[in-house]
């Protein structure tokens, strides 16, 4: 695409923009219940946000780079570049929020068939399933090709019967994207595959996990006897490690990119601890290690867009995923500890309007699993160690 | 902001990367320390570097350079860090050249700026004055004397200075700082060469009374723009450096524990040398970044360029550093020795995160620049 025609199509993206984002949906996200995620049994928040949602994916704009076929618009990587700014530019919010975009889209796009493609893209592009993700059990964490739920073969399908824990949301999905065990008589990372079902097939349980933070956003999921068909297995039978894998990969990039539309550090702790006499920080030694912790962020920001560039180029990304993963929720962590460094006592109320119950004590807690979730850091470590560093038995 | 390479400067880095490591690797070093030589770097080197075009990487075609741009003479300087390569790279071609470039007048331009790109001029910059880099404390004076000026004042860390056939020199007038043309041979400049940690090249010069012409005024006698963009230049050169050095002390770190046996086997496959080196790796990376944003936007004249710079070179001082501190601890005994290099990529880092700024002081920066 020439620079006249980018152009052009920045500039009918603005207008059409205006004309069509609600302003409601043009103001900060406060809280998870102003984040569209879709689904059956969604409810919107507002109309706005149902509206903002309906007009996104006519366009196909919750999904800008899918093929039109599927729900997408089509777009290049440049174009929507253009886009995401030009809602940058008016404060627009993400119209739908979903693993199937982030997560289940992207891996079917690449290894599912025409039918499945067919029958599952268009509605995660507009919201109208919601998925979650089965992977970790109780015993594959970080080992997570140890997983054990175990589908028997019945002919046409498979009954699947196991554990799967830490699934996000999987209380209120529809559908989930599951590895199961489809045989076990070879090494671990063979004989896992990757399926689909609706979690209102009979026997499936979710039940939500206590956090720390108060909240429940994971869940225990529960399978006994379901039964799944085999037109819903995804790619080969028994080799489902290598989508895991390639899934995991897109995971890893999304958590490590964190929340960049957070205020500055340094202006969460002026608010909260003041400025001395010489405009600085009346804490010194917070000072240094929020404007340390800042460029960190900046070069770090720099290094998603280098390695996202890199890619593009036809140069794969691969292993560095994992270094952004690990740099990136390490850094997060970083960041809310200064937050709550920042605002002292304050930062400690749990219950309050003041604090909208706890809003920042529970982020902080919440960043706790960025290191956790997606592979643990040491996991990001040993990845780098043995395919990047090549270093002998990593 | 290109923060992949472009064809031309993957050719130019390639070229670089022979370029040094054939002719000024640290072996080269080593010889000029070993040798006490008294440039403190090889002029014939610097020679042929001008003939490569590197010298005038950052001069105008119309004075003889070929304008490549920062971005590019970063590709030079990291290629430099890698090797520890002495040369009157950062005094001269970056250093006096953006000064003279940004401040000078078109008859200095004409005059020095070609001898800069040919090679045949070495310059050297006078700046800092106490233990730490502050271009905001210099107390060295120029007053009025006739139609020129009289400079008093005492310079240290000064980069190639008593190598240099001309120097540059950071003065205050009543109305701002400003840079002095300056003969190394004048009257009452006197320049000891101080030896360095590093072997690189580093004077301190006292300058008592010393009286220069109207002309010796590099432009204007508030020259406060060309200080800040040579400031930024330097900074984001040196940042560039340090990623050659930082980069280059893993790489053979790496190697070293891939092949060093321990208890039967290579230490390398320790997890706790494994992790500490994926760390590293990362900080590596994320270090790249900082010095590509910062040079990229030097060259597209943004104007947070200055801020970037500063950025990458407290960055840079950080991540080289602990490059060369995890480097020296992971080679065990023989880091400590004077025959492995590892202790020279130690000192050399030591040097270029003082150098223009450490990690702390661009932390302060940034902070005062956000107001807080």
């Not at chain 1, 958590?255 to 003041?274: Q, T, V």
């Not at chain 2, 880095?13 to 022979?18: F, I, L, P, Q, S």
């Not at chain 2, 970063?74 to 090797?83: C, I, S, T, V």
């Not at chain 2, 001309?166 to 009257?187: E, H, M, R, W, Y």
Request: proline letters at 3%; glycine letters at 10%; a negative charge.
């Amino acid at each position: 695409m020439s620079k006249t025609d980018l152009d052009t199509f920045r500039a009918d993206t603005r207008v059409w923009l205006e004309e069509n984002c609600p302003e409601e949906m043009r103001t900060p996200i406060t809280g998870d219940t102003d984040v569209c995620w879709g689904g059956r049994n969604f409810e919107f928040s507002s109309d706005a946000q149902k509206v903002w949602l309906e007009r996104m994916s006519a366009k196909g704009w919750t999904v800008p780079t899918w093929p039109t076929e599927y729900g997408g618009a089509g777009l290049t990587r440049v174009e929507e570049k253009v886009l995401l700014g030009e809602m940058r530019r008016i404060g627009a919010r993400s119209p739908l929020t979903s693993f199937g975009i982030w997560m289940l889209g992207p891996a079917l796009l690449k290894f599912g068939n025409d039918e499945q493609k067919a029958e599952h893209l268009p509605k995660i592009a507009r919201g109208e399933i919601r998925w979650c993700q089965g992977y970790s059990e109780p015993n594959a964490g970080s080992d997570l090709a140890a997983l054990a739920t175990k589908a028997e073969d019945k002919g046409d399908h498979w009954i699947v019967n196991g554990q799967k824990v830490w699934t996000s949301y999987a209380d209120k999905a529809d559908w989930i994207f599951c590895l199961v065990r489809t045989d076990n008589t070879q090494g671990k990372h063979y004989g896992i595959s990757f399926v689909l079902f609706d979690m209102e097939t009979p026997g499936v349980e979710a039940r939500p996990i206590k956090l720390i933070s108060g909240r429940s956003p994971f869940c225990e999921t529960f399978f006994e006897d379901v039964k799944v068909l085999k037109k819903n297995l995804v790619g080969e039978e028994n080799k489902g490690w290598t989508i895991a894998k390639y899934l995991l990969t897109h995971e890893r990039e999304g958590i490590g990119a964190g929340n960049s539309s957070m205020r500055p550090l340094h202006e969460i702790a002026a608010m909260s601890l003041g400025l001395d006499d010489a405009d600085r920080l009346s804490d010194p030694m917070l000072r240094a290690k929020i404007a340390e912790a800042e460029i960190d962020e900046w070069a770090f920001g720099l290094t998603m867009s280098r390695k996202l560039a890199e890619s593009k180029a036809g140069q794969s990304m691969g292993a560095d995923s994992s270094m952004l993963k690990y740099y990136g929720t390490e850094l997060n962590k970083r960041k809310f500890e200064l937050m709550m460094d920042s605002a002292g006592h304050d930062g400690l109320e749990w219950e309050s309007e003041r604090s909208k119950d706890g809003k920042l004590a529970r982020g902080w807690l919440r960043t706790k699993a960025n290191s956790i979730e997606g592979g643990t850091s040491e996991i990001q470590l040993n990845i780098i160690s043995k395919h990047i560093l090549q270093l002998p038995g990593a | 902001m290109a923060l992949v390479l472009n064809e031309d400067e993957v050719m130019l880095r390639d070229t670089a990367e022979g370029f040094f490591a054939d002719k000024a690797s640290v072996k080269a070093l080593r010889k000029l320390r070993d040798e006490r030589d008294e440039t403190g770097f090889d002029r014939a080197l610097w020679s042929e570097m001008a003939d490569m075009g590197f010298a005038g990487i950052a001069i105008g075609e119309d004075h003889g350079g070929v304008d490549m741009g920062f971005q590019a003479a970063g590709l030079l300087a990291e290629q430099m860090g890698r090797n520890l390569t002495a040369s009157p790279f950062l005094s001269t071609a970056i250093l006096a050249a953006t000064v003279l470039r940004e401040a000078g007048s078109d008859d200095q331009k004409n005059t020095w700026l070609p001898k800069i790109a040919s090679g045949e001029t070495v310059m050297a910059v006078a700046l800092d004055e106490g233990p730490k880099h502050n271009p905001a404390g210099i107390e060295t004076t120029a007053e009025k004397s006739g139609n020129g000026f009289r400079l008093n004042g005492s310079k240290a860390m000064v980069v190639d200075g008593h190598a240099a056939d001309q120097l540059i020199v950071a003065a205050k007038t009543d109305d701002g700082l400003a840079f002095f043309l300056v003969d190394p041979k004048a009257k009452g400049v006197e320049i000891e060469r101080t030896i360095m940690v590093d072997a690189h090249n580093s004077a301190r010069i006292d300058l008592d009374n010393v009286e220069v012409d109207g002309d010796a005024l590099i432009g204007d006698s508030n020259a406060e723009a060309a200080l800040h963009k040579m400031l930024a230049a330097g900074r984001g050169i040196v940042a560039a450096e340090l990623l050659g050095a930082g980069g280059e002390a893993f790489r053979s770190t790496v190697e070293y524990i891939k092949e060093r046996k321990q208890f039967g086997v290579a230490v390398g496959s320790f997890q706790a040398l494994q992790h500490r080196s994926s760390h590293l790796y990362s900080e590596l990376e994320i270090a790249r970044s900082a010095v590509l944003g910062a040079l990229t936007a030097l060259d597209a004249g943004d104007p947070k360029a200055d801020r970037y710079c500063s950025m990458a070179k407290s960055k840079l001082g950080d991540v080289a550093k602990l490059a060369a501190l995890e480097g020296v601890q992971m080679h065990g005994g023989v880091g400590m020795t004077d025959e492995y290099d590892i202790g020279l990529f130690l000192k050399r880092i030591r040097v270029l995160q003082e150098l223009l700024g450490d990690a702390a002081y661009h932390q302060n920066e940034h902070a005062k620049a956000h107001s807080f």
